[in-house]
């Protein structure tokens, strides 16, 4: 019997495929631990607004609820450098982005689909509400509302007027980059706003992008009565 179990162990074919079921066994850990990482990163990545993220249940723009609010833009009364922030809710118009390097007043929806698009730039909900920590990002189409964004340069200022307050960023950066590459578009722990759209292309749709990275350098958080009004 022993002799018998030796000879098992020295087996040519022992040998040779154990290295593969090793092989086997450690590339099923590997996959099974990526799972869930993968699923957030591609959630991230479908941020783009040319892309099939859908933030409302059916996946598609179908019952879609637009609420167009009345936004606060000459708020004179007390404001704080801290504050509650108010979440919108899915086809809501909830803030006023402005910026006179490029001449625009445009209005800013939560979350993305061609209708919203139409009317506005889109913020992606799986971006930080301004007020928060973390990475605004705010698109709209090159041909209509971000059509004067490529004037942005450094230095220049944006403003987000919301119905909770009023924030204040610098341009820090000019960044180009690819529909599928989700660098800029991930959550940060910096507190920040990005910009971006569509590159012209004359034979037709373009998978680059352009857009440009802010610091926030101001909260003004309206601590009156009439800063919660919509």
């Known amino acids: 019997m022993r002799l018998m179990s030796e000879k098992k162990r020295n087996s040519p074919l022992l040998h040779i495929a154990t290295p593969f ?66 979440r919108p809710k899915f086809g809501e118009l909830f803030a006023m982005l402005k910026s006179e390097a490029f001449d625009v007043d445009v209005p800013v929806y939560w979350g993305s689909g061609s209708e919203l698009l139409e009317l506005g730039a889109c913020q992606s909900t799986g971006s930080a509400v301004p007020g928060t920590e973390g990475n605004a990002v705010i698109s709209a189409h090159v041909d209509t509302f971000f059509s004067g964004l490529d004037k942005l340069d450094i230095g ?21 980059f690819k529909a599928t590459n989700g660098k800029y578009v991930l959550p940060t722990e910096d507190t920040r706003l990005t910009l971006y759209t569509c590159k012209k292309d004359i034979l037709g749709g373009s998978d680059q992008r352009f857009g440009v990275i802010c610091e926030l350098t101001e909260s003004s958080f309206y601590t009156e009565a009439g800063g919660d009004a919509q």
């Open 156 to 176: 220049d200022k944006i403003t987000l007027n919301t119905n909770y307050g009023e924030f204040t960023y610098i341009v820090k950066e000019l960044i180009e």
């Open 21 to 86: 079921i090793m092989l086997a066994l450690c590339t099923g850990i590997t996959a099974a631990a990526l799972i869930k990482p993968y699923d957030k990163l591609k959630m991230y990545l479908n941020i783009a607004f040319m892309d099939t993220l859908k933030s409302e249940p059916g996946g598609d723009a179908s019952g879609l609820v637009i609420k167009d609010n009345k936004i606060i833009e000459d708020y004179s009364g007390k404001t704080s450098s801290t504050g509650e922030v108010i």
